[in-house]
């Protein structure tokens, strides 16, 4: 018997109707093919067996080569990515599922080994994070990366606007805009890791500039109903921090809405951590942003339900119960419990902690 909640009712996202408004968060898997970064036919097979969720977020993808940052991490960039992006949306479409792809340029968080001919990685700084990466099988510090040129930005703008055009001929029904998580258009946007003082730098509206350029210029590829994006407005995720958070993100949503973005997907708290790591007014957020609102980090069924019920959000983001119950919606809705993750699987590997995690279905057969 399902649990009285607004989680289960059907959602229109643009000019999609999602079953649910549980979303699966984008995650990071490392399971590409190495060298050429294709998503194999794992990946088809993992992402086929959540499409009862309303909306599948793939883990994020590198729009160029320039913007990797970990190893075996998909991309969306060359041919042979999009014939095997292609393989996962026809999966997910055939078992009746929706689903956008997340585009992704890391910036700072990168390793050299990871970049054309050795180069540094790219930044709005010469500022070297302090954290590290998944390269070459272990964690190893990033590396310190070079300021980009005023020139090369609309080269970078260019990269998602060419991921975008990709996504949409591999079959997605849409793309989120990683945003977040102290990657590049969030280091442009804090002013912990951007220290220019050229168009790109100082004031709120000139590091905001990137984020919103390059939402314009997806949203003109894919169309504003088909295009979503991310930001983590307060978290410290990559060694990343602003002096403003409320000022700045309340300038950014305020331009997010006027491009009529479809969906604002925002992680409240610290990535993975707690939810009240720093004060931050995200219904401001909500009244600022005329599409729909999704609310990710710690959210559980009650959490869920109580958000959802109070008008506070759209929909809801769940990511590492997703990678252990791949059948989560209907865990969900009788209170089953759920599959306990298995972090030491969570990057790289095989099938393990993959596509091996029973469904309520199978558990219940083999008893």
């Known amino acids: 018997m399902s649990r009285p909640t607004k989680l289960f009712e059907p959602y229109k996202l643009g000019p999609i109707t999602l079953a649910n408004r549980a979303v699966m968060a984008p995650l990071t898997r490392n399971r590409a093919v190495p060298g050429s970064f294709v998503p194999g036919p794992l990946a088809a097979e993992y992402y086929g067996q959540r499409a009862s969720a309303g909306l599948l977020v793939t883990e ?65 700084s010469a500022i070297r994070a302090k954290g590290k990466t998944f390269v070459n099988g272990t964690f190893a510090d990033v590396s310190e990366p070079r300021a980009l040129e005023l020139s090369e930005i609309p080269g970078i703008i260019d990269d998602f606007k060419r991921a975008t055009k990709n996504a949409l001929e591999a ?9 977040a998580n102290g990657y590049l258009l969030d280091q442009f946007a804090k002013d912990g890791a951007n220290k220019r003082t050229d168009a790109y730098g100082v004031s709120i509206e000139n590091r905001a500039k ?6 314009k210029a997806v949203a ?42 479809v969906y604002l997907h925002v992680v409240e708290g610290a990535t993975g951590g707690p939810r ?64 306990e993750w ?25 008893e």
């Open 60 to 124: 994020a993808s590198q729009v160029s080569q320039q913007g990797q940052g970990y190893q075996d991490t998909p991309g969306i960039y060359s041919r042979d990515q999009v014939a095997g992006w292609r393989k996962v949306t026809d999966r997910v479409h055939e078992r009746g599922g929706k689903i956008f792809i997340q585009l992704w340029h890391v910036g700072r968080i990168s390793h050299t080994a990871l970049q054309a001919g050795g180069a540094a990685p790219v930044a709005p």
């Open 171 to 179: 079959g997605f029904d849409g793309v989120e805009i990683h945003g």
């Open 210 to 215: 990137l984020m919103l350029e390059v939402s």
């Open 220 to 261: 003109a590829e894919a169309g504003a109903d088909r295009t979503g994006i991310r930001i983590s407005p307060v978290t410290p995720a990559n060694d990343i921090s602003d002096s403003s958070p409320q000022a700045l993100f309340d300038h950014i949503v305020d331009g997010l809405s006027a491009l009529k973005l």
């Open 276 to 339: 009240d790591f720093a004060p931050f007014d995200y219904a401001s957020l909500r009244k600022r942003f005329a599409g729909a609102y999704m609310a990710n980090n710690a959210y559980d069924f009650e959490l869920a339900s109580k958000v959802l019920a109070a008008n506070e959000a759209d929909l809801i983001a769940f990511g590492k119960p997703f990678i252990s119950n791949p059948d989560l919606v209907e865990r969900l809705k009788k209170g089953a419990a759920l599959n």
């Open 342 to 366: 298995d972090k030491n699987t969570f990057y790289g590997g095989g099938a393990k902690g993959y596509t091996d995690y029973p469904t309520l279905e199978a558990a219940e057969a083999a």
